[in-house]
């Protein structure tokens, strides 16, 4: 059912504004691997120790997600917008300005907190906010964090990686612009009521969530692996090192473009089943990546089957679990670990196995994120009748 106007969480100005913090967030998280050699000329840093940046930034926001959900029954949806905005704001001009290598980790820590704060607070509203239409404006908010995620690198190349603090400074600036625009049309309401407990359902909530979590964090963890070691898998193949990149950039803009076209799919077929087609598709896409001939292409075939499953699964999870409060929190919290632990335990494997195994390690993730998906509607179904 199609909210009413008194009923709607976002104003069409606001729900713009939303969608801009979401390329800002993806704009912010795709700098700091462009700017790992200048960050090593400023500051003397080994390619570990450069690399701390993104990391502090991912343990943010984590933090940020579960300290905001751990809020945000006792403040007001204008304020966790407004206020995780403006820790982006602050972390990114620290990171810009930093004297010092702890000092600019401190701030990318700082901006992590707004970046989970702003992850988690949009996801959840939108997953609430626009009753049938959900999942769509979901896949709709979510395409743009791709906007930003490709627009980031790109910025970068442009300014040259020695003037990185300019781009951290944009986006500091687009930030605490939002802390304005981005919440003045959100309801103030405080969000979901506390979590409802009757008798019997822990067992059955705690089965549901999990199932949930696993899914995340799987599907998460195949993004990650994807975009993490299709370029050395396409180069150890046969391919060359440009032709690699330019198709890994590829799978990245599928992600995005996947997010726009399964918009009115949304409208006809049920998370449950939209979630399922996905599975199924970028296991056979992953695969088709052991055939040297197609692997690019395949790789962009999972970007595009991949795209929908973070923004449409949630829609699924608040209708399986509605008395289970923010359980969005706690997935999307680790969805983000899921894509930190990801590339470093796949390389672990790929050590073991060799580069040639990085299609069948992913198609074992793949498989075990449909089986999880099969499980669930097992679950949700049994649950609902």
Request: charged share 10%; aromatic share 10%; with cysteine.
């Amino acid at each position: 059912m199609k909210p009413s106007a008194a009923d709607r969480l976002f104003s069409r100005p606001a729900a713009v504004a939303s969608c801009v913090g979401f390329v800002l967030i993806g704009m912010l998280q795709a700098l700091y691997g462009p700017a790992i050699p200048g960050l090593r000329h400023e500051f003397g840093l080994s390619p570990s120790g450069a690399g701390l940046g993104l990391s502090l930034h991912f343990t943010g926001g984590v933090a940020g997600v579960l300290v905001f959900n751990a809020i945000h029954s006792r403040i007001s949806n204008r304020a966790l917008l407004a206020w995780s905005y403006g820790l982006m704001a602050a972390g990114g001009a620290g990171f810009a300005l930093a004297p010092g290598w702890p000092l600019a980790l401190a701030a990318a820590f700082l901006g992590g907190l707004g970046f989970g704060g702003i992850d988690y607070g949009l996801n959840q509203l939108f997953a609430a906010g626009f009753g049938d239409r959900s999942t769509a404006m979901l896949n709709v908010l979510n395409a743009h964090f791709g906007i930003g995620a490709v627009l980031g690198p790109a910025v970068v190349a442009w300014l040259g990686p020695d003037d990185y603090p300019y781009a951290f400074g944009a986006c500091a600036v687009l930030a605490a612009a939002l802390v304005f625009a981005g919440s003045s049309g959100v309801r103030t309401r405080v969000s979901d009521a506390p979590p409802v407990k009757t008798g019997g359902e822990g067992l059955g909530l705690s089965r549901v969530l999990v199932g949930f979590l696993v899914l995340y964090i799987l599907n998460v963890a195949v993004e990650a692996g994807v975009g993490g070691w299709e370029p050395t898998h396409l180069e150890t193949i046969g391919y060359t090192a440009t032709v690699a990149a330019s198709a890994t950039s590829v799978y990245w803009l599928m992600m995005t473009a996947g997010r726009f076209l399964v918009v009115p799919i949304t409208l006809r077929y049920s998370p449950e089943r939209i979630l399922a087609v996905c599975a199924a598709g970028m296991t056979v896409c992953l695969l088709l990546t052991l055939v040297k001939g197609v692997a690019p292409v395949a790789y962009a075939g999972v970007g595009l089957f991949i795209a929908p499953v973070f923004p449409t699964g949630l829609p699924w999870l608040n209708k399986a679990l509605p008395q289970a409060g923010r359980a969005g929190a706690w997935v999307i919290a680790a969805s983000m670990i899921g894509g930190v632990a990801a590339p470093p335990l796949l390389g672990v494997g790929i050590e073991a196995s060799g580069i040639h195994a990085v299609p069948w390690l992913l198609t074992v993730l793949s498989g075990a994120s449909l089986l999880a998906t099969a499980w669930l509607i097992r679950l949700t179904r049994r649950s609902a009748s």
